[in-house]
């Protein structure tokens, strides 16, 4: 992998670069159809890395769909798809950990304690394999991209990075690779998290401007509708990820909850009006 791209660099041929860790979806396919756009050669890797998972996590059973996965690629003109083994990827001896602690104090990072420092060093080690000239990394993880976006700036790793918009299925439910845990009856509530998001965004464009009500509107409505755990439902500032204080113009909802045993997160970016808007005022749905 790494003398191909050195080889196609002195090329002068640009390279774009999706990760990922496989089961590929929709989502996926926007994020490789964005990065076909933006360069000449496409890198996209398939790597279920165990250092983000904790113990009690699903990596045994996390889907593995490889054929399938190879398929979809091939579909869409990947030139590479780069699928690095565990011990290719952490030999004996590995010792280096990269953390960001300031993007990774809160929401995910607060209840998966250890999965941004190995999202970070397996971002940071991909990067320096597959070395692109573009990166695209999905909005429906949110936090991630800002890590991705921290880890590039501050380690000066000059790649592009592009966060392409979360796609969803057409009841508003963001895909996932882990969808297909979910039973039929998990499934046909699952939307539920991003309807909780829109009647936040739409409580904030009605003129509220307490990151607290927000909060428990959101959660009213996932509590209401399910018998789902909510772990954090939250109005923040997009830059920092601290809680929104009403006074940036714009605001990133995010969201977790638990649906039996299947976790889901989603996110919506919303922009603060000048004026509270009318429509949302009297309560009719905007989205
Ligand atoms: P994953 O395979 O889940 O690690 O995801 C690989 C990349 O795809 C990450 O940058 C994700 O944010 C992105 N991604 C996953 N699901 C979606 C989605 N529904 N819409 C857009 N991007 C997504």
Same mark, same amino acid.
């Given at each position: ?47 279920v890395n165990?250092? *983000?998972?904790?113990? $009690? ?9 490889? @054929?399938?996965?190879? @398929? ?12 690095? $083994? ?6 004996? %001896?590995?010792?280096?950990?990269v ?13 998966? +304690?250890?999965?941004?420092? %190995? ?10 394999? !597959?070395?692109?000239? !573009?990166? !695209?990394?999905? *909005? ?18 000059? !790649? ?40 936040? @965004?739409?409580?904030?464009?009605? %003129? ?15 509590? *209401? ?8 439902? =939250?109005a ?6 601290e ?7 714009? =605001? ?16 919506? @970016?919303?922009?603060? +009006?000048?004026? +509270?808007?009318r ?9």
């Open positions: 992998m790494t003398s191909w791209s050195r080889q196609l660099h002195r090329e002068g041929v640009t390279i774009g670069f999706v990760p990922t860790m496989g089961a590929l979806h929709n989502g996926h396919r926007a994020l490789i159809r964005a990065a076909r756009l933006q360069c000449d050669a496409l890198v996209v890797s398939i790597f165990p250092t *983000q998972f904790a113990p $009690t996590e699903d990596l045994a059973k996390y889907p593995r769909p490889i @054929a399938k996965d190879r @398929a979809l690629c091939r579909a869409e003109g990947v030139d590479i798809c780069f699928e690095p $083994t565990v011990k290719a990827m952490y030999p004996e %001896g590995f010792d280096t950990v953390t960001v602690p300031g993007i990774a104090r809160r929401w995910e990072g607060e209840i998966r +304690p250890h999965h941004f420092a %190995g999202v970070a060093t397996v971002v940071t080690k991909l990067f320096g394999i !597959v070395r692109p000239d !573009v990166a !695209v990394f999905g *909005q429906k993880d949110f936090q991630q991209a800002a890590l991705v976006r921290r880890v590039i700036d501050d380690l000066s790793m000059g !790649v592009k990075l592009i966060v392409h918009p979360t796609v969803r299925e057409a009841d508003g439910l963001a895909m996932s690779s882990r969808n297909v845990y979910l039973s039929a009856t998990e499934r046909s509530l699952a939307p539920v998290l991003y309807k909780s998001l829109l009647a936040g @965004a739409q409580a904030i464009r009605g %003129g509220i401007k307490d990151g607290k009500q927000i909060s428990s509107i959101m959660r009213t409505i996932v509590e *209401q509708q399910t018998k789902a755990t909510v772990d954090y439902l =939250v923040c500032d997009p830059e920092t990820l809680p929104w204080s009403g006074t940036v113009s714009r =605001v990133v909802l995010l969201g977790a909850i638990r649906l039996g045993s299947v976790r889901l997160i989603d996110n919506l @970016a919303v922009t603060v +009006p000048k004026q +509270p808007a429509a949302a005022l009297t309560g009719r749905i905007q989205e």
